[in-house]
């Protein structure tokens, strides 16, 4: 391994540890802004159930999202940004059938 790319990477570990620790703030943070998974969902036209059928969760979560009672998380959340942008697209991309 190249000694630069080493000691690049052994910085970034000790920066990665403070962080954790609480003795240092991350450089950036990247959040994803959620809209409403209800309004999202009606954008596309769809019902609960086909919707939940679309991006592969229960019905009963689809429900739970769209009364607040949970939020979705990781991909789940970065799919629903896809769809509240571009439904068409997403849609298509996901079932060229639907």
């Known amino acids: 391994m190249d000694k ?3 000691e690049q990477l052994a910085q970034s570990m000790k920066e990665a540890s ?8 991350p450089p950036r943070l990247f959040t994803v802004e959620l809209a ?7 954008k596309t036209g769809l019902s609960q ?3 939940a059928n679309v991006i592969g ?13 949970r939020r979705p ?3 789940a959340a ?10 068409e697209v997403a849609i298509k991309a996901l079932h060229k059938s639907a």
């Not at 409403?36 to 009606?42: F, G, H, L, N, S």
């Not at 969760?57 to 009672?69: F, G, Y």
């Open 36 to 42: 409403d998974v209800k309004a999202v969902r009606e």
């Open 49 to 51: 159930s086909e919707f």
């Open 78 to 87: 970065a799919l629903l940004t896809i769809f509240d942008r571009a439904p």
């Open 57 to 69: 969760v229960k019905v009963k979560t689809l429900q739970n999202w769209e009364q607040h009672r």
């Open 4 to 6: 630069e790319l080493f």
């Open 18 to 25: 403070a962080i954790a620790k609480g003795e240092m703030e």
């Open 73 to 75: 998380t990781g991909a």
